[in-house]
Every structure is written in structure tokens, then in C-alpha cells.
């Protein structure tokens, strides 16, 4: 079995076709955005659930995996508390100057 739905790749190559997506891409990072990989991702999900092609399995798991390493590759922004300030409950200095 696939690691999502055939109808989930389609869904998002076709989000990522569309004006609104494509605009907002372009805006944020410069250039359209490449949705080849969506639709290779769906045609080899078809590939898969019609003739059973274990490459077509293999490239589709390579491509999650390589979705998954991208997203952890950035750090987050913020430093993640484990605990809240002990003095949390304490009313802000507003009028004080640092």
C-alpha cells in the first residue's frame, strides 16, 4: 500500500498548479513553484495500485522519505520552553526602562 492516497498526490499537484498557490509562492520565495515531483508522486501511485510495480513503490516511499527529511532539515525559530519562567504569575514592569 502506498503512503497516502493516490488522491491525495493528485489533490496536491493540483493545488500546487492553481493561481492561488502559484502566486503566493512566487510572492513569498521568488519563483512558481516546481510541481513536477507531485505529479510524478501520483503517477507513480497509480503505477502501483494498477500493475503492483515494486520501482514505482520504491521511488514513491524515496520521495516521502525525502519530503520528510526537507521539512526537519530547518530549525525551528523559536527556543521551545520546557517549563514556564518561574515568575510567570508576577504583573508586567510596564513603566520600567531596560
Given at each position: 500500500?502506498?503512503?497516502?492516497?493516490?488522491?491525495?498526490?493528485?489533490?496536491?499537484?493540483?493545488?500546487?498548479?492553481?493561481?492561488?498557490?502559484?502566486?503566493?509562492?512566487?510572492?513569498?520565495?521568488?519563483?512558481?513553484?516546481?510541481?513536477?515531483?507531485?505529479?510524478?508522486?501520483?503517477?507513480?501511485?497509480?503505477?502501483?495500485?494498477?500493475?503492483?510495480a515494486?520501482?514505482?513503490?520504491?521511488?514513491?516511499?524515496?520521495?516521502?522519505?525525502?519530503?520528510?527529511?526537507?521539512?526537519?532539515?530547518?530549525?525551528?525559530?523559536?527556543?521551545?520552553?520546557?517549563?514556564?519562567?518561574?515568575?510567570?504569575?508576577?504583573?508586567?514592569d510596564?513603566d520600567?526602562?531596560?
Amino acid at each position: 500500500q502506498p503512503p497516502r492516497p493516490c488522491e491525495d498526490y493528485r489533490w496536491e499537484w493540483r493545488h500546487c498548479r492553481g493561481l492561488r498557490h502559484a502566486f503566493h509562492h512566487y510572492y513569498a520565495h521568488g519563483e512558481l513553484p516546481a510541481c513536477g515531483r507531485w505529479r510524478d508522486d501520483y503517477e507513480a501511485c497509480r503505477a502501483w495500485e494498477s500493475r503492483r510495480a515494486a520501482a514505482a513503490r520504491e521511488a514513491l516511499c524515496e520521495s516521502e522519505r525525502a519530503r520528510v527529511k526537507e521539512k526537519q532539515k530547518y530549525a525551528p525559530v523559536w527556543t521551545l520552553r520546557k517549563s514556564p519562567p518561574p515568575d510567570w504569575y508576577l504583573p508586567l514592569d510596564q513603566d520600567k526602562s531596560n
